[in-house]
């Protein structure tokens, strides 16, 4: 394990670069952006939309946004990138090593939330993906941050570009529940307008094409919140001239809790924007919403009203099962972990949290200085970090803090900040459980 300040060099300290210098930045907005004319995203495209957007964030209201990104280039490029993703399996299998034994680097990435202008500085410190390095972005891209539909669209365009080395898992803020509360649903209509409505509409539908977990060269799980447990099948009823049906529920007393395999995470159903917290899509909500403990064994995470909490045990057991040396999750900034003193502060953008033989629980979080918008006059002003696994074992993080870019463009919040300042807490579980009704348009019109 190694750690790096990317603001470091020797010891003499430098400031976070700002991204853009908005005085000298051309202006994008007579030119609408539009599909390369050969059909292909390349590297190049990329880092001028990433320009483009950095330029709107600074210069246009976000009414105007619809006339740099045309509803028709964004709907073309969030139907492309939905369209890879909803044939990627539930567990991606990330593979850096090539046939003549050399391997690329994996970068991890915690949450976002929106954050524009540090994503674009990570992206530059880290290097770009390419043939020499992998990303993993473990989810969070939208909410209580200003910029989540830009966010999620850049990230959109590499996965595009590269889709076999960029990897995009899903967060519990990629759900229906959480952006119509946390701001990204408010963001898209106050952007968009009368078009608001098909763009949210064909975020939510990406969303539910995330996967929801990945495995890094066999040694490595990553996904949002993390381990899960496994499911039991209740007695058949007796009906009759019914056929008998076995219905699969979740024990949520914690009574009879049991890990969870990664068979099961593969063939658990996905496709729900909501995943509830119990019932034939408990899985999917254990990954999203499950938080990391010192308390040995299961048990319901009563804090969230959804997930779990599991144990250093719990670790050692998925570890030593699979045979790999790390876990890596997010989904807990430092307002969460304010709470938490029995597990490390999120100051650096990440805490080691179980250290057991077969190997490590690490959370990573990567939105510095955050949340963007803060109802207490003094912030947590914490950095934010992403991991770098190199070959040829990749079970040795290298650790690289950052610090928020500044100056950030002055934008007014999505969200009431002040009256919604808890992490993701008191959930209102009622409207989450959807069951098995996953209708967008019926979701959007009401």
């Not at 719990?314 to 997010?330: A, D, G, N, V």
Request: hydrophobic share 35%; aromatic share 10%.
């Amino acid at each position: 394990m190694s750690e790096s300040n990317s603001h470091t060099n020797g010891d003499n300290p430098e400031p976070a670069p700002a991204t853009e210098d908005p005085t000298t930045a051309s202006d994008p907005s007579t030119t609408p952006l539009s599909w390369p004319e050969d059909g292909e995203l390349s590297r190049e495209w990329i880092r001028h939309f990433s320009s483009v957007l950095s330029w709107c964030s600074r210069h246009l209201p976000p009414s105007q946004l619809p006339s740099v990104l045309p509803p028709v280039f964004l709907q073309r490029l969030i139907l492309t990138a939905s369209n890879i993703l909803h044939r990627e399996p539930n567990l991606v299998r990330v593979d850096p090593l090539r046939g003549d034994g050399e391997g690329a680097s994996v970068v991890v990435v915690g949450d976002v939330h929106g954050q524009l202008h540090d994503v674009m500085f990570l992206l530059e410190d880290a290097g770009f993906p390419g043939e020499d390095r992998f990303f993993v972005f473990n989810g969070d891209y939208v909410d209580r941050g200003a910029w989540g539909l830009e966010t999620f669209v850049l990230l959109l365009a590499w996965k595009i570009h590269l889709p076999h080395r960029v990897f995009l898992l899903r967060g519990n803020h990629e759900s229906k529940y959480c952006t119509s509360i946390y701001g990204f649903e408010q963001e898209v209509m106050a952007k968009y307008g009368d078009q608001g409505p098909m763009v949210y509409r064909k975020c939510l539908r990406c969303f539910e094409g995330l996967p929801l977990a990945s495995i890094i060269a066999d040694r490595v799980y990553t996904a949002h919140g993390g381990l899960f447990r496994g499911v039991v099948a209740a007695p058949p009823k007796k009906h009759k001239g019914k056929k008998k049906s076995r219905k699969i529920v979740g024990d949520v007393s914690g009574g009879a809790m049991k890990l969870g395999s990664l068979d099961e995470l593969a063939r658990a159903r996905r496709t729900v924007l909501d995943p509830p917290w119990q019932g034939a899509n408990l899985i999917p909500g254990d990954v999203l919403w499950s938080d990391p403990s010192n308390k040995p064994g299961l048990s319901p995470n009563k804090e969230r009203g959804i997930g779990l909490l599991w144990g250093p045990d719990m670790t050692e057991e998925f570890l030593y099962q699979y045979q790999i040396k790390l876990i890596i999750r997010s989904h807990e900034g430092p307002d969460a972990r304010d709470k938490r003193h029995e597990l490390g502060g999120m100051d650096k953008g990440y805490t080691i949290d179980h250290v057991v033989a077969s190997g490590q629980l690490i959370t990573v979080f990567s939105a510095p200085d955050y949340p963007q918008f803060q109802a207490t006059e003094e912030r947590y002003n914490n950095q934010g970090a992403y991991i770098v696994l190199n070959p040829p074992d990749y079970s040795t993080p290298v650790f690289h803090s950052f610090e928020a870019a500044r100056p950030r463009p002055k934008v007014n919040p999505y969200y009431d900040f002040e009256q919604v300042i808890d992490s993701d807490e008191e959930l209102d579980l009622k409207s989450m459980d959807n069951g098995s009704s996953h209708d967008t348009n019926a979701s959007i019109s009401n």
